[in-house]
């Protein structure tokens, strides 16, 4: 602990009950300490620059503290210089509690957290809000170029005093990316294990240049399952663009391989796992019950490149995207690669109750605007009018439409009376 911080932190409250809890004697011996600058070492810069989020601590003209947490990619948080930190402020609910804190008070205290590790760094200092006619090459500094979020103003901090926290209560949490290493760092003794278990292990089936493993099953419904395919050694796959789709090779139960297509749920920009979600149809050709009853981590199969008969659009004219039940898989991946291009669109999901429908949580967090939602089994929640939706599009709109043969249907009646286009709609169904 620096001086710095003990003198900032240690107020005559502080101390008093750090007497009265026993403990007063050794903070003690930190302000007896010479006078030091709390200059940042290699140690603090190294944790500061591997940080892809923190939480920021203003206090209000009324007094009262608003804590807030900030994101970005891994090192979006800066050091300057030994006492000077600093990042861009992208775009976010548009309250700007912290903003206008640190227009009355520009004292800030900073918490960051490396969970897996159990380490946190505390931080004092003083914020100062700059703007794009304000300094420009300062904020430019600021900028993660590859991250797509837009930038509303930086905020640089000098540092008043900082202070390394014990590890204690401090619960380890992963992100996507470490738990994938671990998986990574894991996976060939894992493999090593089976192959002694499995003296022979199972050919991949399936002839296409791909061979893919199984190496991630989650239960999205009681009926709807995703599978995550990866190369065997993770590496990148070939580009998949919103709409592809995979055909795989499944084992029916009498031994006989047939290919069943399955559209991607990716999001695109994922260049080293394909997505699929796959619902059990107990009353189909076999193909989507076989796969939920034998496929497992560790399956390997033979696939050809994705392909796409359902692209999107290359212009900037706005979307509706609406979906029918496991219509959602390439629907999703259409409406986050129109986000991604800053594309307007709708986005209408409808099935038969909530408990049915995939993914639907997921796209209410990402889509908090023009995401609805429709129940066709529940009483009293309303369904979907195809005819109001389409009526209420921009002239100029282009729609993608997937699901069951009765929605598709629906969608062409409804065009054909409202005389759009037919290229201007673009279907693919699940009979």
Known sequence: ??????????????????????????????????????????????????????YLGTVSEAGWPYVQHRGGPSGFLKVLDARMIGYADFSGN??????????????????????PHQARLKIF??????????DSELLARLDNPHYRARVERGIVIRIEGFDWNCPKYITPRYTEDEVAQRIREATPALTAQA???????????????????????????????????????W?????AEAGAHLDVPVRLADRSVVTRQYSLVTEPGHHDMYE???????????????????????????????????????????????????????????????RRRDIPLELHYTGRSPVDMAYRDQLAAEFTNGYFTYLSRVPGH???DVAEV?????????????GPIALINAVRTATNRLGIAPERVQHESFC
């Open 1 to 54: 602990m620096t001086s710095a911080f003990a003198n900032i932190a240690f107020t005559a409250n502080v101390k008093a009950v750090q007497t009265h809890m026993g403990s007063r004697e050794t903070y003690c011996r930190h302000e007896q300490e010479p006078a030091q600058e709390p200059v940042l070492g290699p140690h603090e810069i190294a944790f500061i620059e591997a940080r892809d989020s923190f």
């Open 195 to 233: 192959s002694q278990r499995n003296a022979r292990p199972e050919e991949p089936i399936g002839n296409g240049e791909l061979v893919l493993a199984i190496t991630g099953i989650r239960q999205l419904t009681p009926h709807i399952r995703a599978y995550e395919l990866r190369t065997e050694d």
């Open 235 to 239: 590496g990148e796959l070939p580009l």
């Open 94 to 115: 548009r309250q700007y509690i912290s903003t206008g804190n640190l227009a009355g008070d520009d004292r800030v205290s900073l918490f960051l957290m490396d969970y």
């Open 125 to 134: 200092g003083r914020a100062r809000v700059i703007y794009e006619d304000d």
């Open 390 to 402: 389409l009526h209420r599009a921009a002239g100029d709109a282009v729609f993608y439409v997937c």
């Open 276 to 338: 699929i979600a796959v619902l059990r149809e107990s009353d189909g050709r076999g193909g989507s019950q076989a796969i939920h009853e034998t496929w497992q981590i560790g399956t390997r199969l033979r696939v050809a490149p994705p392909g796409n008969h359902f692209p999107l659009h290359a212009d900037s004219r706005p979307a509706v995207l609406i979906a029918g039940g496991i219509g959602i898989a390439p629907i999703k991946a259409m409406a986050q690669a129109l």
């Open 382 to 384: 309303q369904r979907l």
